[in-house]
């Protein structure tokens, strides 16, 4: 498979050869896992294998983590994944040196900066319970957002680093199946149809922000999307992987 571009709407896509089922984007980083499990990370134009095996991974400020088919959590140290405790089937990494995720049962948890950084596997880490269900959950400097079993969309509002609870949720109109929020603050999701969406007019005083925009609507059937340093990377159904500047 060669990399080809398609220009669309002020797009710049190139399909980049390969195949995963999940993808996730930070601090100029790419790493993904296919439907096999198999870890991936980008180093210039070609995939590299990581060791191990995850069914979902993050990569941010506060490092590289996954989680695996069992729900163990892991954190990628010195180049090997080091398990820590709790359980969980979705993490992000992408807040301010903290990261957060959703169990088994959509519960809401989230680790503050303190107990991020000094992580290590002969102690039981301190998660947060955070109220409400939801099913996918991300952060980026701006705030966290989620998506809960229905594809409604909430804000945590007054997210830190330490505490990284939050004090509130507010429901975000529309529906979206995953929602990823950049390191920066930008925020995308992809919708039961396949459809991608980017939340425009977020600003510090108004970080809800207020209408969703559709990008790359020529690219049929997307199931997942992150966003890093002005391009957009979207997984879509068949697997394929399709990097965008935007």
């Not at 990628?76 to 990261?99: H, R």
Request: with cysteine.
């Amino acid at each position: 498979m060669h990399e080809h571009s398609v220009f669309f709407s002020g797009l710049d896509c190139i399909e980049i050869p390969g195949s995963l089922k999940q993808i996730d984007v930070g601090i100029g980083q790419v790493f993904g896992v296919n439907s096999a499990g198999n870890i991936y990370t980008l180093h210039g134009n070609s995939w590299a294998q990581v060791p191990g095996s995850l069914k979902h991974v993050t990569v941010g400020p506060a490092g590289v983590w996954g989680v695996n088919n069992n729900n163990n959590i892991y954190k990628l140290v010195g180049g090997s994944w080091q398990q820590v405790t709790g359980l969980l089937k979705q993490i992000d990494a992408g807040g301010d040196m903290f990261v957060a995720g959703v169990n088994m049962h959509d519960d809401i948890y989230c680790l503050s900066r303190p107990a991020t950084v000094s992580v290590n596997s002969n102690s039981a880490l301190p998660w947060v319970n955070i109220a409400g269900k939801l099913k996918y959950y991300s952060c980026g400097m701006g705030g966290c957002w989620g998506v809960n079993s229905a594809d409604d969309i909430y804000f945590r509002f007054d997210v830190t680093p330490d505490p990284c609870a939050g004090s509130r949720w507010e429901h975000v109109p529309g529906k979206l199946s995953m929602i990823e929020v950049g390191t920066e603050g930008s925020v995308y999701g992809v919708n039961s149809a396949g459809q991608v969406y980017r939340r425009d007019g977020i600003t510090k005083s108004n970080p809800v922000g207020t209408t969703w925009t559709q990008v790359a609507s020529f690219i049929c059937n997307c199931k997942h999307v992150s966003y890093d340093l002005g391009l957009l990377w979207l997984i879509t159904d068949q697997g394929k992987i399709v990097k965008c500047r935007i």
